[in-house]
């Protein structure tokens, strides 16, 4: 999330903004810019009314012109695509020649959305993927390290072990131990200067 939150900070409020996959729009009010669409496919692993979407996708050509936008994102959306390759060129399409672009995919971590996770990539795997489809200048950066890897893994298990529908419950725990356990494990990052394999990687690019 502060990455995403630094990459909107640094966006012109007058930017065209692209969403790729954008779900519910849950980075929508980090960015000023009045000009905000967002896109999605039909299907997949969430319902179509679950979705705050502009304009559907068929998930293989992105439905606007070319040089559309000025700003483009795609949050944890790799991992989903039919053909990551195809995206990427397509998200190059619409973006205007020195537009910039957020890219974020998992790396370690656990299958969702079921059936629809088909892939992880390395950060090489990134590196060569984006600069073959029209971008240059890729910032790679690692969310976390063994520790908030670790941390988050295992608040993830333990949230989702819980075998009963108790919402206050899990309120609970969020607050008197899943949180407890992130600040230590992030700060532990902190101190180890993220060391070790990440959560997610995020890619700032330009085209």
């Not at 496919?41 to 040089?67: L, Q, R, S």
């Not at 483009?72 to 990551?84: F, G, K, S």
């Not at 537009?99 to 950060?123: K, N, Q, V």
């Not at 073959?132 to 200048?137: A, T």
Request: charged share 20%; glycine share 6%; net charge neutral.
């Amino acid at each position: 999330f502060s990455e995403i939150k630094k990459f909107a900070l640094l966006t012109p409020p007058d930017a065209t903004i692209l969403d790729v996959g954008c779900g519910i729009k849950p980075y929508r009010q980090l960015f000023k810019s009045s000009s905000y669409t967002g896109i999605d496919i039909a299907g997949g692993g969430h319902t179509d009314e679950a979705k705050t979407v502009d304009a559907f996708y068929d998930g293989h050509t992105i439905p606007f012109p070319d040089n559309s936008f000025d700003t483009l994102i795609c949050t944890q959306v790799l991992e989903h695509a039919d053909d990551p390759e195809v995206l990427v060129k397509e998200c190059a399409r619409v973006l205007k020649s020195g537009g910039r672009a957020f890219f974020s995919m998992p790396f370690m971590y656990p299958e969702h959305e079921i059936p629809y996770d088909f892939r992880r990539f390395t950060s090489f795997e990134h590196k060569r993927l984006y600069a073959k489809n029209n971008f240059s200048d890729s910032k790679i950066i690692k969310t976390t390290g063994i520790f908030g890897t670790f941390g988050q893994l295992f608040v993830i298990w333990l949230f989702e072990g819980i075998p009963f529908r108790a919402p206050t419950l899990k309120a609970v725990l969020s607050l008197v131990v899943f949180a407890p356990i992130q600040v230590l494990a992030l700060s532990l990052d902190w101190l180890t200067d993220k060391s070790g394999p990440t959560m997610d990687y995020v890619v700032i690019l330009k085209k």
